[in-house]
């Protein structure tokens, strides 16, 4: 048993050994924002940056790993830790200014996802010795996110509250996509840029989705922080079209249920590059250097 052990961790060395060429890794510092049902600007809910409130954009760091599985596609595995905010306080509709809800939203959010490299120069300044490059790349994947949505006053947790009288849960599927680039220094450093947009398979990020829950069935918190509109001073036949109708027995529109939540980043970002062998000097050298020669060899500089 011991022997099978120091057999697979020299394996594990041999790997590592060979592959170090194949991955970098560090970390990244941003800014992030949301789109969803709170906040926004004049109009209804629309889709995508349309409705993305510029003043409550917030931060977001995070570090990663990096393997280069062919010259022109790597595998990314990240996890990030952000901030999102909505506040109606801000916006110019009418009716969300009424409605008068905000939120904010500390994730968590981890993700695979693949890069397709559609532009390279490996070697800046075409100084034929191949140390500083340049890559931009597409990108989509898979994630996965923590969400744990607070009133910004006080910090109440919503779900556990259920302010719409719906449970749903805190952890959700996203599907990140976007679009980067970095430039490689010396070989060893890379400094990136990475704009990445999530869509998500929940209406929950910022507690609002659909209409207003009948009080009785309510606690007086969920129902005093499920309809904010009495904190403001509103005509009544105005503040008569939020929370729930006693009349028609049920709830007043209270988000958009037919559009799911979003969010963005923007980051900066630096990793170090194992050192080893290039994508290149493998891709066109490796099968020549591979066999044996008789004579001088001439070396040849390898691209990264």
């Known amino acids: 048993m011991k022997n099978i052990f120091i057999l697979i961790f020299v394996l594990c060395l041999t790997t590592v050994s060979k592959a170090q060429w194949l991955w970098d890794y560090g970390f990244s510092l941003g800014v992030s924002n949301y789109l969803g049902d709170i906040g926004g600007k004049e109009k209804t809910r629309r ?68 890069q397709v490299f559609f532009y390279e120069d490996n070697d800046l300044g075409n100084t034929y010795r191949y140390r500083n490059g340049f890559r931009a790349y597409f990108f989509a994947g898979v ?56 869509t998500t398979f929940t209406d929950y990020l910022d507690d609002v989705s659909g209409n207003y829950a009948d ?6 918190e969920a129902t005093a922080l499920g309809n904010r509109t009495g904190e403001l001073d509103l005509d009544p036949a105005f503040a ?15 988000g958009d249920k037919t559009h799911k939540d979003g969010y963005m980043t923007m980051s900066l970002s630096y990793s170090y590059v194992l050192r080893g062998k290039s994508s290149f000097y493998r891709g066109r050298y490796g099968h020549f ?9 001439r070396k040849i500089r390898a691209k990264f």
């Open 47 to 114: 889709d995508f940056v349309a409705d993305i409130k510029m003043a409550k954009t917030r931060w977001n760091v995070g570090g990663f790993a990096r393997y280069r599985v062919h010259p022109k596609v790597s595998v990314k595995l990240a996890l990030d830790y952000l901030r999102i905010e909505g506040d109606d306080k801000l916006s110019t509709n009418p009716g969300r200014n009424g409605r008068n809800l905000n939120f904010r939203n500390d994730m968590f959010d981890l993700a695979v996802t693949g």
């Open 143 to 198: 994630g996965g996110f923590y969400s744990n949505p607070k009133t910004l006053d006080g910090g109440v947790k919503l779900r556990p509250l259920q302010t719409e009288g719906v449970r749903y849960s805190p952890i959700g599927i996203n599907i990140p996509a976007g679009v980067g680039f970095y430039f490689t220094i010396h070989k060893k450093h890379r400094i990136g840029y990475e704009l990445n947009y999530r």
């Open 215 to 220: 009080p009785s069935t309510q606690t007086p």
């Open 240 to 254: 008569a079209n939020f929370g729930y109708n006693n009349e028609l027995k049920e709830g007043n529109k209270r």
């Open 289 to 297: 250097f591979g066999k044996k020669r008789r004579g001088k060899v």
